[in-house]
């Protein structure tokens, strides 16, 4: 275990990949190792990050009633979960809402809406909001997630001000069809890819806890290396009753932290954020996942109900971290320079076009 936790760290201070056997071994580490895992993790984290954590917050468009059928989420059609629907939030409310998380450290907003995917209209609709957001909150980066992009969207919300653009591939491509059959793992593919030949910040990451094995948990975020996501949301499956996976609790605190320590390692230089269902499956183990993961959710996050803002802030100065500031960096340098690379190069082709899918 020693020789492989040096290895690792060694590999994740010199931004190389561990092989898929050294990812899965990470995964399969005992109880008595655990503390070791991390600290080594943590390492590679402080390296490239430091000691800052990145608050991001979500405001939610527009909730519930999608026609999709991912078998996870609450706001799948039919699913008799309980939660709040409702359709689009007025530009105005957004960006309210978009400030009550600043003024709480937050440097991201997410706008989120359910759906399969947005209608040249909606984006027309998040473009106001974008506008709106940023009108009240100088400085702050903007992502949205809108579900499946179609050609040209990914540009105009770009054009619109968007930073950032956010579609999770959640599992493996083999694992795929066990959890939605009502669009594949190739079209969220695709919408990534969208996102990033546009200009936009690519935001991808998992969902665990779902059923899937170790395989799956390593494949997929071997896939969002792949596709060179710059921020990686790590989710821990909330069984919502009344979903076809509400019965799922398959993960443990320790078992959170192992697969955290696992995406950092195959990470090492990029945002990995603590994402949905954190408090329930890491629980008092919260502070030991800011020892992996740089970033994570302020307060409440889509349908789950998170802890207070005021207690996040809290559990990152009693573990010894700081709220990273609207002024710094997330991104260690090179890759910054890597994305204004590619900037340039979407705006000398235009931003509304796109390169064509095998380009
Ligand atoms: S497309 Fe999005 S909102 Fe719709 S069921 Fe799937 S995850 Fe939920």
């Given amino acids: 275990m020693d020789d492989l936790l040096k290895t690792l760290v060694d590999k994740g201070l010199r931004r190389e990949t561990p092989t898929r056997e050294e990812a899965l071994a990470v995964l399969r580490t005992c109880d008595d190792e655990l503390l070791d895992v991390v600290a080594a993790a943590g390492r590679v984290r402080r390296r490239w990050f430091g000691r800052r954590v990145k608050l991001n917050?979500?405001?939610?468009l527009k909730s519930g009633l999608c026609p999709e059928d991912c078998s996870y989420c609450s706001q799948r059609l039919g699913a008799d979960t309980g939660i709040l629907t409702y359709t689009w939030l007025k530009?105005?409310?957004?960006?309210?809402?978009?400030?009550?998380?600043?003024?709480?450290?937050?440097?991201?907003?997410?706008?989120?809406?359910?759906?399969?995917?947005?209608?040249?209209?909606?984006?027309?609709?998040?473009?106001?909001?974008?506008?709106?957001?940023?009108?009240?909150?100088?400085?702050?980066?903007?992502?949205a997630c809108l579900g499946l992009l179609k050609e040209g969207q990914a540009g105009?919300?770009?054009?619109?001000?968007?930073?950032?653009?956010?579609?999770?591939?959640?599992?493996?491509?083999?694992?795929?069809g066990d959890i939605c059959t009502t669009h594949e793992y190739a079209d969220r593919v695709e919408t990534v890819e969208r996102a990033r030949e546009a200009g936009l910040s690519p935001c991808s990451g998992l969902i665990a806890g779902m059923g899937e094995s170790d395989e799956d948990l390593v494949d997929v975020v071997l896939a969002l290396r792949e596709l060179d996501a710059d921020s990686v949301p790590v989710n821990f499956l909330i069984p919502f009753e009344?979903?076809?996976l509400g019965q799922e609790w398959n993960l443990t605190p320790h078992q959170a932290l192992?697969?955290?320590?696992?995406?950092?390692?195959?990470?090492?230089d990029i945002e990995v954020r603590l994402a949905g269902g954190r408090e329930v499956h890491l629980r008092s183990l919260q502070p030991l996942a800011l020892h992996l993961a740089?970033?994570?959710?302020?307060?409440?996050?889509?349908?789950?109900?998170?802890?207070?803002?005021?207690?996040?802030?809290?559990?990152?100065?009693?573990?010894?971290?700081?709220?990273?500031?609207?002024?710094?960096?997330?991104?260690?340098?090179?890759?910054?320079?890597?994305?204004?690379?590619?900037?340039?190069?979407?705006?000398?082709?235009g931003a509304g076009t796109e390169l064509p899918p095998n380009a």
């Fill in 156 to 176: 105009r919300l770009r054009e619109a001000g968007a930073d950032a653009y956010n579609h999770n591939l959640n599992t493996s491509q083999a694992a795929y």
């Fill in 57 to 60: 917050y979500l405001v939610n």
């Fill in 294 to 349: 740089n970033s994570m959710f302020l307060g409440d996050y889509l349908t789950s109900e998170g802890q207070a803002g005021q207690a996040d802030l809290d559990m990152i100065a009693d573990a010894g971290f700081v709220v990273e500031g609207a002024g710094e960096a997330t991104l260690p340098a090179h890759r910054r320079q890597e994305r204004a690379h590619e900037r340039v190069a979407v705006r000398l082709r």
């Fill in 258 to 268: 192992r697969i955290l320590a696992m995406v950092r390692f195959l990470c090492p």
């Fill in 91 to 143: 530009p105005q409310q957004a960006a309210d809402a978009a400030s009550a998380g600043v003024r709480g450290g937050a440097k991201r907003v997410c706008v989120v809406a359910s759906g399969r995917g947005p209608t040249d209209r909606d984006v027309a609709r998040v473009s106001e909001t974008i506008s709106a957001i940023k009108e009240s909150n100088e400085g702050v980066e903007v992502c």
């Fill in 242 to 244: 009344g979903t076809p």
